[in-house]
């Protein structure tokens, strides 16, 4: 029998979950929450300049943003087929899914990289 | 504590219905009667035509099955006061074809259960001469768990990747799979690889871990089809990275 | 309401010329409270790819100059904003939760006949989540 590819967007989306659920809360509760609010005193504009110039955050940003767009695409996709039994559908929901991931990615490279 | 339950019982005969239908049946509700004695009485003194599998009666065999109130349960390991005041939905296993009354066809069960190869796979078989295979405990530890299924199908009906998609290996294969991958007798787990880490195989489980909720063995299908996962996946990025590597 | 015939059950049918196929029907989930949190634990992704497009947002602000981060930082007080955040923390937190506690499932270690308690290896995690978020918070609040 062929083999199977799932592998491969398996182990984007398993790398996906694990650093979002390791970096996301926490990101999403300053940026979104804390500081907008006023809980917190947020980074200066410069700061934020200086800290998004260096490689590692680059780096770290980067690796985030492209493992949570797979990480969205690939459970999306299976919940689609299973929860909303799109079957007949399946290639073209995947195509979205894998697709805009990449854009995403895609994005997220250009504006961090370039 | 009330004398008496009922049970609402999922009929179906093929000779002369088009759809299912309903019974309700009152039987006494002694404290230490399970819904496979109730069923017994049913058979015995109110209906003789209600026809359902059992066996063992003690949760060894695997045969009786069926859904109780929605939930998948062997209905020799469920007490009829666990749920009074009652009435008692009993329908056959969910997520197969229905023979009669609550008897389902299993055999796309039986099927999976061989394609995934469940016997001790060996390069070369040693002579009978050089005496038995030794397993020390822990090795024996290593598979066990997976050992200790009784294919009641309990996990199929629970697992709604089955429901929806006839064609999904299932939790019970997959783990019996294992059982036989993390034996150290056994050399047969590139066979296996080629029928397990499938579209159809372990890639189509979403981890909804119901299969493992509702095991009466603790066998932990689930857990079973994830270290799988993690371990075809590990291997498929070897072929890619590493491709030198033996076939 | 029958929609979908499985085919694979046609092959057997040979001495069994009625089988009574029974369909999941398309609101499975909304049947039993542990599907329900099965389908709100998948969308839990949709928190995750929502947060990945808001932190691409930010960056290309941040990249555009003070004006445009500052317009970023008024759409974040917004209450669209705002709510939509408050439902994303509370998914991802729900994601972060469920991820901890299946990990000791993927990730088996057997020392001699038994086998590491699931516990420590979702503590491991929850300790790693809880350092990792204090040293980020710690980092960006200075």
Redesign the interface.
Known sequence: MKKSNEPFWWALFGAGGTLSAFFIPILLFLYGLAFPLGWLAEPSYEELRSLLASPITKLFLFALIFLSLFHWAHRFRFTLYDGLQVKHLNELIAVICYGGALFGTLAAGWILFI | MSSKITLEVFR?N?ENDE??SFQSYEVPCNKDWVILDALNYIKDDLDGTLSYRWSCRMGVCGSCGMMIN?EPILTCAAFLKDYLPGPIRIEPL??F???KDLII?M??FVEKLKRVKPWIIREEEPSLSEGGYNQT??Q???YKQYSMCINCMLCYSAC??Y?????FLGPAAIALAQRYNYDNRDQGKKERE??I???D?I?QC?????CS?VCPKNV?P??AI??Y??E??T???KSVLMPWGNK | MKFFKPDQYVIYYKGYPKLYIRVKPIFWWLKKWSSFFFILREMTSLAVGFYAIVLILMINAINQGPEAYAEFQTWLKSPISMALHLLALALALYHSITWFNLAPKAMVIQIGTNKVPGFIISGLNYGAWVALSALLGWFLLN
């Open positions: 179906y093929p759809e299912p929605n969910d997520h074809p229905v023979v066809e055999s796309d405990p822990a024996l530890a290593a709604p990747v429901g929806l998609e006839p064609e080629n029928v880490s499938q579209d195989g890639w979403t981890f909804v871990g119901e909720a932990d689930a857990g994830q270290r996962k993690v075809s996946t291997n498929w990025w």
